[in-house]
């Protein structure tokens, strides 16, 4: 059974947003589909995927793709995204590591 997921509607437009993003960046750079698409080592359909926005694509394809174009994928001055990741994990310590729901109320007012 395939399972329907739903998706904000920014969470969509981002998706179209960076798939245009690289198939305008692949294309500024001359390559076709399946030259693209070798150089990450997935199929050309998948690459269409991409660049359509579809939301299926494991996010991890569709970074490398925008990383081997070019593509900045954060605002960040420093390319390497260091100080980013320490800074949030410098926050991750602060806060707990469980988060619990909340258990009900007793009532005891007999």
Not at 39 to 51: C, V
Not at 55 to 64: N, P, Q, R, Y
Not at 84 to 93: A, E
């Amino acid at each position: 059974m395939k399972i329907t997921r739903t998706y904000s509607k920014m969470a969509k437009e981002a998706s179209v947003l960076l798939g245009k993003e690289i198939q305008v960046a692949r294309k500024e750079k001359a390559w076709s589909e399946q030259v693209l698409a070798n150089r990450i080592g997935i199929s050309r359909t998948t690459l269409q995927k991409i660049e359509a926005g579809d939301m299926t694509v494991a996010i991890g394809l569709v970074f490398e793709a925008a990383v081997i174009l070019g593509i900045p994928i954060f605002l960040e001055e420093n390319p390497s995204l260091s100080n980013s990741i320490r800074n949030t994990t410098d926050k991750l310590t602060l806060l707990p590591k469980r988060i619990r729901n909340k258990t009900k109320k007793v009532k005891d007012d007999f």
